[in-house]
C-alpha cells in the first residue's frame, strides 16, 4: 500500500519561501506521476504541479509558474515542491499524491494515492 506524508508547511510572509517535502512508500515508483493540489477554504482542490516519476516532463497551475518548482528523488522517494515569492492567494492545504500513468493528469479523481495534507498560510 501506497503510503505519503507531507512536511515543510507553515506561516510565511508574502514573498518568503517554503519547500514542501512528500515522502513516499509502499511501491516502486516507476511508471508513476506525482502531484502537488491545494485546497483553500470553500474552494475545490486544484492541481498546482506534477511530473512523472523520471523527471523528463513536468506541468505547472499557470499562477505558480515561474514561482514553484516540483522535483522527484528517486534515491530517497521524495517529492519536494519549492515555493518561492509566495503570496496570499498560495494560502491552503496542500497535498501530495500519486498513481501509476504515462501523463501527468490534473483531475484530483485520476489520482488513487493521497497524503494528509501540510497547511500553508501566507500572511504579513
Known amino acids: 500500500q501506497v503510503h505519503l506524508v507531507e512536511s515543510g508547511g507553515g506561516l510565511m510572509q508574502p514573498g518568503g519561501s517554503l519547500r514542501l517535502s512528500c515522502a513516499a512508500s509502499?511501491?516502486?515508483?516507476?511508471?508513476?506521476?506525482m502531484g502537488w493540489f491545494r485546497q483553500a477554504p470553500g474552494r475545490e482542490r486544484e492541481f498546482v504541479a506534477g511530473i512523472k516519476w523520471n523527471g523528463d516532463r513536468s506541468d505547472y497551475l499557470d499562477s505558480v509558474k515561474g514561482r514553484f518548482t516540483i522535483s522527484w528523488d528517486n534515491a530517497k522517494n521524495t517529492m519536494y515542491l519549492q515555493m518561492n515569492n509566495l503570496k496570499p492567494e498560495d494560502t491552503a492545504v496542500y497535498y501530495c499524491t500519486t498513481t501509476v500513468g504515462q501523463r501527468i493528469y490534473r483531475n484530483p479523481p485520476a489520482y488513487a494515492y493521497w497524503g494528509q495534507g501540510t497547511q500553508v498560510t501566507v500572511a504579513s
Open positions: 509502499g511501491a516502486i515508483f516507476r511508471g508513476y506521476v
